[in-house]
């Protein structure tokens, strides 16, 4: 069992960063493929983001590439993602999202059994 905790959300002029952070507990974080999904109002949840156990695989939806940056830190059982050049559109609750699985990958949000409560992040025009 893992549980995860967001933070680092809030709103953000269009053009500017923020760096969500989600902190895991329990001894086994290495066990865990860790992904970043977001929903905005009235949509679906949708991956943005997923590294696997050592961070050499790593996927990023089409909208965020070159903007947004998964990473995690094995030591301090936390994942990162760090979002530059946001625009309105990324506006939605972020999620983390993690999976028992060192080299797979998933995509779906159906694959993921562990998700934190959630982080608004706002983009204003």
């Known amino acids: 069992q893992v549980q995860l905790v967001e933070s680092g959300g809030g709103l953000v002029q269009a053009g500017g960063s923020l760096r969500l952070s989600c902190a895991a507990s329990?001894?086994?974080?290495?066990?865990?493929?860790m992904a970043w999904f977001r929903q905005a109002p009235g949509k679906e949840r949708d991956i943005v983001a997923a590294?696997?156990?050592?961070?050499?695989?790593?996927y990023y939806a089409d909208s965020v590439k070159g903007r947004f940056t998964i990473s995690r830190d094995n030591a301090k059982n936390t994942v990162y993602l760090q979002m530059n050049s946001l625009k309105p559109e990324d506006t939605a609750v972020y999620y983390c999202?993690?999976?028992?699985?060192?080299?797979?990958?998933?995509?779906?949000?159906?694959?993921?059994?562990?998700w934190g409560q959630g982080t608004q992040v706002t983009v204003s025009s």
């Open positions: 999202a993690a999976t028992v699985s060192r080299w797979y990958l998933p995509f779906s949000a159906s694959e993921y059994g562990y």
């Open positions: 329990g001894r086994t974080f290495t066990s865990y493929a």
């Open positions: 590294i696997n156990w050592n961070s050499g695989n790593t």
